[in-house]
């Protein structure tokens, strides 16, 4: 018997990876959703601006290196020529692609599958990068972490059945399996941690 605390398996704080203003909050606070669900849009207009304007600039780069291929093998133009007009192709297509990746990155999405918290954002809010914007939280399974007596070492077992109650569902009993057991013994408390994971399909 031990005493331990309950923890999600996979649990985040969704942060804004790229600063910008809030335009659209599709989510509720506490609701479920899916993995890749978009959680916040910030503006992208001058990004957008930026894209036409290099998907342009890629388009006449590849004119340009259409023609230069076809006068390098009539032997109009120099190596050295199309090499500079393939390396402004390039150039030009990568220029684009940036944008189009902070486009993106001004899109937050859920990481995977799970509870949202409360919402700490609002609509037409500047949001800086790192700013926390939800808690997301997946219940599915949780892990109970907890502690034994270094004497009960040789009774462990990976797959041993763990039962586990709680104050918060009283007369319940969980039960899920030890995962874990830690390699390194606490030097002062004498106590080796373990983990154990319990199936929560009812959340």
Same mark, same amino acid.
């Given at each position: 018997?031990?005493?331990?605390?309950?923890?999600?398996?996979?649990?985040?704080?969704?942060?804004?990876?790229?600063?910008?203003?809030?335009?659209?909050?599709?989510?509720?606070?506490?609701?479920?959703?899916?993995?890749?669900?978009?959680?916040? !849009?910030?503006?992208?207009?001058?990004? =957008? $601006?930026? @894209?036409? #304007?290099? /998907? &342009?600039?890629?388009?006449?780069? *590849?004119? %340009?290196?259409?023609?230069?291929?076809?006068? !390098?093998?009539?032997?109009?133009?120099? =190596? $050295?020529? @199309?090499? #500079?007009? /393939? &390396?402004?192709?390039?150039?030009? *297509?990568? %220029?684009?692609?940036?944008?189009?990746?902070?486009?993106?990155?001004?899109?937050?999405?859920?990481?995977?599958?799970?509870?949202?918290?409360?919402?700490?954002?609002?609509?037409?809010? %500047?949001?800086?990068?790192?700013?926390?914007?939800?808690?997301?939280?997946?219940?599915?399974?949780?892990?109970?972490?907890?502690?034994?007596?270094?004497?009960?070492?040789?009774?462990?077992?990976?797959?041993?059945?763990?039962?586990?109650?709680?104050?918060?569902?009283?007369?319940?009993?969980?039960?899920?399996?030890?995962?874990?057991?830690?390699?390194?013994?606490?030097?002062?408390?004498?106590?080796?941690?373990?983990?154990?994971?319990?199936?929560?399909?009812?959340?």
């Amino acid at each position: 018997t031990a005493v331990g605390s309950i923890s999600a398996v996979q649990g985040v704080t969704i942060t804004a990876e790229l600063p910008g203003l809030v335009r659209e909050i599709p989510f509720e606070a506490g609701a479920v959703v899916a993995k890749g669900a978009v959680l916040v !849009r910030l503006d992208t207009a001058t990004e =957008e $601006a930026q @894209l036409r #304007a290099l /998907e &342009a600039q890629a388009e006449l780069a *590849r004119l %340009n290196l259409e023609r230069s291929r076809t006068l !390098r093998a009539e032997k109009t133009v120099s =190596e $050295a020529e @199309l090499d #500079a007009a /393939e &390396a402004t192709s390039k150039q030009t *297509r990568a %220029n684009a692609d940036a944008v189009r990746v902070t486009i993106e990155k001004k899109t937050v999405r859920a990481p995977f599958a799970g509870q949202l918290g409360v919402r700490q954002i609002n609509l037409g809010q %500047n949001l800086e990068s790192g700013r926390p914007i939800v808690s997301l939280q997946s219940l599915d399974s949780v892990y109970a972490d907890f502690g034994l007596p270094q004497q009960e070492l040789s009774r462990l077992r990976p797959g041993m059945k763990v039962q586990v109650t709680t104050d918060a569902y009283p007369g319940q009993t969980f039960t899920g399996s030890l995962t874990v057991i830690n390699p390194d013994l606490n030097a002062s408390t004498r106590m080796v941690g373990l983990q154990a994971t319990l199936p929560n399909p009812e959340q």
